[in-house]
């Protein structure tokens, strides 16, 4: 976003992990692949001691004004403010955010339930450290739910995303306008199949407006 050829904003981004991020630098290399009228291309690798730890490609587009048409709807739940912080679990990434589960409060701290449970979730997050939302924002947290199998299994067990996609469905003066600090989030999954699972979310506004949707595969051991 900081590249002086950029035009418009972020429409979708799809990063894919090739192995952990370690603590400490790491370099960002950006090139732009190809640009038209309305949209621009752009790949990304993230190297650290000399390897490709990450590799992305983002997609900008400059977004006029056209037919719209919102058929999905948000699903009804308590508000932010209604829904308590959740504090059962600690782990860097979920320090990094603030979590409110309006139902259905996980609680992993037990032995694995002896059937699978649900992989579907209503979730309030935001920053931990609370600030306006902006498209890295909504970028960030788009990877902030915990990994459906926890909810399915009842319990922890080691997860890493491989490869997710976030698709944005509005741009950086259109969620300005809207100032918020918390997005609901909406997560599921349909599949759980030697080593692999995927997850689909949705992001939404305080005011019922879908402003991300993310897919991801991930890896588990269990």
Same mark, same amino acid.
Do not use: Y
């Given at each position: 976003m900081r590249q002086k050829e950029i035009a418009g904003d972020p429409l979708a981004f799809t990063?894919?992990?090739?192995?952990p991020i370690a603590p400490?630098?790491? =370099?960002?290399?950006? &090139?732009?692949?190809?640009?038209? &009228?309305?949209t621009q291309h752009w790949s990304i690798e993230?190297?650290?001691?000399?390897?490709?730890?990450? /590799?992305?490609?983002?997609?900008?587009?400059? &977004?006029?004004?056209? *037919?719209?048409?919102?058929p999905?709807?948000?699903?009804?739940?308590?508000? $932010? #403010?209604? #829904?308590p912080v959740y504090t059962r679990v600690a782990a860097p990434w979920i320090e990094q955010f603030e979590f409110r589960f309006p139902e259905d409060e996980p609680n992993f701290s037990g032995a694995a339930f002896a059937e699978p449970a649900s992989a579907? #979730?209503?979730? *309030?997050?935001?920053h931990a450290v609370p600030r306006t939302l902006d498209l890295l924002s909504l970028s960030a947290i788009? =990877?902030? /739910? /915990?990994?459906?199998? /926890?909810?399915?299994?009842?319990?922890? $067990?080691?997860i890493g995303t491989v490869s997710m996609t976030t698709y944005f469905h509005v741009d950086a003066a259109e969620l300005a306008a809207e100032p918020i600090t918390a997005v609901l989030g909406v997560a599921d999954a349909n599949v759980f199949h030697k080593s692999f699972s995927d997850q689909t979310g949705e992001l939404w506004s305080p005011s019922g407006r879908l402003l991300a949707t993310t897919q991801q595969i991930t890896y588990f051991k269990a």
């Open positions: 990063v894919n992990f090739c192995a400490g630098g790491f =370099d960002l290399t950006p &090139r732009l692949i190809k640009a038209t &009228r309305s993230a190297t650290q001691a000399g390897e490709v730890a990450a /590799f992305a490609t983002a997609v900008f587009a400059q &977004r006029r004004e056209t *037919w719209t048409h919102r999905t709807a948000m699903p009804a739940v308590k508000s $932010l #403010t209604e #829904t579907h #979730t209503k979730v *309030w997050i935001g788009a =990877d902030a /739910f /915990f990994a459906r199998i /926890f909810h399915v299994r009842g319990e922890l $067990l080691p």
